[in-house]
């Protein structure tokens, strides 16, 4: 039984680090738990646990066909065990599908709501079907101890052959419908698996995979109980899945070929290499040893090619389930530990109750006995500890239950940050606007662009794509600007807007005109550049740069100096910008700085700046870019329109021409006002609804 | 009455209105972009885009709305729905969350709430419930400032769709996505780009997808009885065959 200690103290860690996972998935959800996507919505959990889990089950309808249906008793020593695998196999399923499910309290849904039309509604119904033949299958075996149910057992073993050939119906429609579920999505399938006749191959390979599962199960608690494997009968077993491998073999490139994808088999995408291993793992290589008698007499080479054979036809389950897709989509999906350990969990805990049936329950002729398991027996030292740690079992069950802590307290410590990832939203820097205001009328001073606080773009930096885009502008426009004239173009795209800065001085009145647009200064400056304080495109950013107004190599300001003593340091517990750069906010300006609160009824900041009204503001964020613009250039420009009767000054063309075709557009202006804290207020409903005729 | 939709890509200066609309009508909260994304614009808090491509054009992206929606077919619940009207509408207290829709969805609609404890499937369902069934249109089409996409009955649209192409043959390439293709969609599309990009392969041709899925589906009463029954014989006829083996077993040493 030292060997049986082992394997459980080693199932036990990975139950412990499931434990944690379950934790974590149905507290957080599936985003912090997995790394699924909208791009591939079904991952380990599916392509493992359902797909192959329901397949390893398969022994339990294989071999009681064998027995019941076709009366070749001398399988009758592994009918239980197989039928117990595929029991658990069933049960691991549904515990895989409880943690996949996005809301697992609804999957009693299925009974109620039907769709008939659905090849999920057909697995989940034969899941739910199959378990209950299986717990009926099996019940006889548990209650053989218990005297009260002595009559529910008589009457279960007297429906014996009904359940079974329920059992195969059911399993043979499931281990099929598996695959008729990727059959409505094509394009989710590398050609060499997709194939019209997939529900075939999949209930053919079941077979080869329930004769080929009964091999390893059996040689597997063989060596971990020490018995003496049934290496005659399950000989005869091999050589029944060789025909079987042989038969699928045959259908699969037979299809293939009536497919005309023959010519796919060569090729050098990764999928190819895929499908030849999965042909040689799953088919060719199962099929040589199993045919060579020398090896198919020992046990060890009968559980090597076994275990090969599972193994292959598990891989061509993973594969159909997501492996062969994983390079479509944006992102490459990669099962996150936390699903790897949750399926290893499942695994690892389906074989546990394994062994703990075979070890109470007459699952074999004789149940295994521990020579060392008398609770009589003194106390062993433990040669690591040195300590006493009571009989074998007791001591087992404490190592057991130390593994299982650890590991859980293992798993807990790296889930200790549940936050949900989150790529960020990609900053877009608005640039200055290209070219030359030129000579001024009736201003005698040059405007003077304060630089140095934001440099202005060079190729070699911010991200590569910026460096393009500003490259591809500047050949575009740079030759094209004349004086006076701007160039706006934050992004750097080459979509910008032609603004006639010298006309609009002049049409405006000269120099008292500047702070129309002008509002507000950097320190130090006049009419600084609108891309100065509105530095990105489309987020709001801060023109108060705090942590420069800190630190030693900045502004080198004590927190009493902006703060008032004895107050909280919060925005508004400060004094104002203006008592220290009084030249911030040029004379006439549409727009005071001030610390009354001036905020609209939803909490944003007042939109929409209108000439000559005066908007004051107590914070120094800044609207982005874009907004900035439109605000400041539609809201004036409507005013001109609706003085003036010139509907088209108004208008998005008016701006914006040249690369994109406006000429279809109608006023935006009702729109564009109707924008309150990024919310687009809806036309109310007409009086009466003229859609009556629009009812089914 | 089948409704739908159009929308000509040529006309839409990507002004995002339709967008915001969609977010005001439907109570959807800011989108913020996570690691699940499919960085098409769509997500859980987005169930329409406009994707701006390479080559500078417009493309709007939102539920096809298929006429035989594989969503549908795929759902074993039965939460979604095509609705007499034409959109497909999604009932999430009968939801499972198993996320076939997702999977069977040849567009790549349907989002989900990778974010939360109790998620559900999010996609446009043509503003069905919050505007179609009182008679009026979709925010998206009643926003938008150019016309670019409209709505109104199929039929009419898809009429409308080739002539405008018939009166601009150069503009326009000679193809109304969303007429034929899988069925046909509730959602059409006239363009000066390929919007082959809009699905996951270009290879599928008029068939709707659920008829793959069909013939399987058929087979399932008739395998259930011819598997149950076969077996049933098969017992009866190999026990016969060993007991007529045992009497004459039993009876040969006699002879």
């Known amino acids: 039984m030292d060997r049986v200690r082992r394997l459980k103290l080693l199932l036990w860690m990975p139950v412990g680090l499931g434990f944690a996972v379950t934790v974590d998935r149905f507290f957080f959800g599936l985003g912090a738990a997995t790394h699924l996507s909208d791009a591939t919505p079904w991952g380990l959990w599916i392509g493992f646990d359902v797909m192959s889990g329901v397949a390893l089950a398969a022994g339990g309808f294989v071999l009681t066909a064998t027995v019941y249906i076709f009366r070749l008793e001398r399988f009758h020593s592994i009918v239980r065990p197989a039928v117990l695998t595929a029991f658990l196999g069933y049960v691991a399923v549904v515990a895989g599908l409880l943690f996949d499910l996005g809301l697992p309290w609804h999957i009693w849904h299925l009974i109620i709501y039907w769709n008939p039309h659905s090849p999920l509604f057909e697995v989940g119904w034969c899941v739910m079907l199959y378990l209950t033949v299986l717990t009926l299958e099996f019940f006889p075996v548990p209650a053989e101890d218990v005297s009260s149910l002595a009559r529910v057992r008589r009457f279960l073993v007297k429906m014996r052959i009904p359940l079974v050939i329920l059992g195969i119906a059911l399993s043979t ?42 091999i390893f199960e059996s040689h597997f608690t063989a060596y971990f109980y020490r018995r003496k494997p049934e290496t005659a009968v399950l000989a005869s077993l091999a050589s029944a899945a060789r025909w079987v491998l042989i038969l699928y073999l045959v259908v699969r490139f037979s299809d293939l070929a009536a497919r005309g994808q023959l010519h796919d088999l060569v090729g050098s995408a990764w999928q190819v290499k895929m499908f030849w291993f999965e042909i040689v793992v799953a088919g060719l290589l199962p099929v040589v040893l199993f045919s060579i008698s020398k090896f198919n007499r020992r046990p060890g080479w009968q559980w090597g090619t076994a275990a090969v054979g599972v193994g292959g036809i598990v891989l061509d389950r993973v ?36 062994l703990f049936i075979i070890e109470h329950f007459r699952v074999w002729e004789e149940r295994p006995v521990d020579p060392k398991a ?149 320190p130090h400056d006049q009419n600084s550049g609108c891309y100065e304080c509105h530095r990105d495109m489309y987020q709001p950013t801060d023109a108060f740069r705090h942590n420069w107004h800190a630190s030693r190599s900045g502004a080198n300001l004590a927190c009493i100096q902006c703060h ?103 006023n935006l202006l009702y729109q564009r006002t109707a924008v309150a804290g990024r919310r687009v207020v809806m036309p109310p409903p007409p009086a009466s609804p003229g859609g009556a005729a629009m009812k089914p | 009455m089948k409704t739908a939709i159009l929308t000509d890509t040529t006309k839409c200066i990507g002004c995002h209105l339709c967008v915001e609309a969609c977010k005001e009508v439907n109570h959807l909260p800011n989108d913020m972009p996570r690691r699940w994304d499919m960085r098409d614009g769509l997500s859980a808090d987005n169930w329409t885009a406009v994707i701006r491509r390479d080559d500078d054009k417009f493309v709007r992206k939102q539920c096809r709305h298929c006429l035989e929606p594989a969503c549908v077919a795929s759902c074993p619940v039965a939460a979604l729905h095509k609705t007499n009207l034409g959109p497909v509408v999604y009932d999430k207290t009968r939801c499972i969350g198993c996320r076939y829709c997702m999977m069977a969805c040849p567009y790549g609609i349907p989002r989900y709430q990778w974010d939360s404890t109790v998620p559900y499937i999010q996609k446009c369902v043509l503003c069905y419930d919050t505007r179609l069934k009182h008679g009026r249109e979709p925010a998206c089409t009643e926003i938008c400032p150019t016309k670019a996409t409209i709505f109104g009955d199929r039929d009419k649209l898809l009429g409308e769709a080739h002539q405008r192409i018939r009166q601009n043959p150069g503009k326009y390439i000679h193809r109304v996505w969303g007429e034929h293709e899988l069925g046909g969609t509730s959602v059409l599309y006239i363009s000066d780009v390929d919007l082959s990009f809009l699905t996951y392969g270009a290879r599928f041709g008029e068939k709707p997808l659920p008829v793959a899925t069909r013939p399987a589906m058929e087979a399932v009463p008739f395998t259930f009885l011819g598997v149950a029954m076969a077996m049933a014989g098969l017992r009866w006829i190999i026990g016969r065959r060993d007991k007529v083996q045992r009497e004459e077993g039993s009876q040969e040493p006699e002879e």
């Not at chain 1, 530990?337 to 394994?354: M, N």
């Open chain 1, 173 to 214: 429609l499931h281990q099929s419908s598996l695959g008729s579920l990727f059959l409505i999505m094509p394009y989710r399938l590398y050609p060499l698996w997709y194939s019209p006749i997939l529900p075939v191959l999949f209930f053919i390979s079941a077979i080869a995979l329930g004769l080929m599962m009964a």
């Open chain 1, 319 to 354: 594969n159909v389930g997501g492996l062969i897709d994983l390079s479509r989509g944006a992102a490459l999906y990669l099962p996150s530990w936390q699903e790897i350990v949750t399926s290893l969990a499942i695994v690892a805990g389906a074989v546990l109750v394994f």
């Open chain 1, 374 to 522: 008398d609770p009589k027996r003194l106390p062993e030292l433990n040669p690591v500890g040195e300590t006493w740690l009571g009989a074998p079992v007791i001591a087992a069950r404490i190592k057991y239950s130390l593994a299982f802590v650890l590991a859980a307290a293992l798993a807990f410590s790296f889930l200790a940050n549940p936050k949900v990832e989150a790529t960020g939203i990609v900053p877009v820097p608005a640039h200055r606007a290209r070219g030359d205001v030129g000579k001024l009328p009736g201003i005698s001073s040059r405007v003077s662009f304060n630089s140095s606080l934001t440099p202005s773009p060079s190729p070699a930096s911010g991200r590569g794509g910026t460096a393009k885009r500003w490259v591809r502008a500047k050949r575009q426009k740079a030759t094209a600007i004349p004086a006076g004239v701007l160039y706006l173009d934050g992004d750097l795209t080459g979509w910008g807007v032609t603004f006639y800065h010298q006309r609009e001085v002049e049409r405006n009145g000269g120099e008292k005109s500047c702070a129309i647009c002008h509002h507000m200064n950097m």
């Open chain 1, 564 to 666: 008032e003593a004895g107050y909280p340091r919060t925005s508004a517990q400060v004094k104002p910008c203006t008592d220290c750069h009084k030249d911030m906010i040029p004379p006439g300006a549409t727009i005071q700085v001030s610390s009354e609160n001036l905020v609209d009824a939803s909490g944003e900041i007042r939109r929409l700046i209108t000439p000559g009204s005066v908007v004051k503001i107590n914070t120094y964020t800044a609207v982005s870019y874009v907004d900035a613009m439109h605000e400041l250039c539609v809201g004036c420009h409507a005013q001109v329109a609706e003085r003036e009767k010139k509907p088209e000054v108004a208008q998005c063309a008016e701006c914006h021409k040249g690369k994109l075709n406006y000429s279809d557009t109608v």
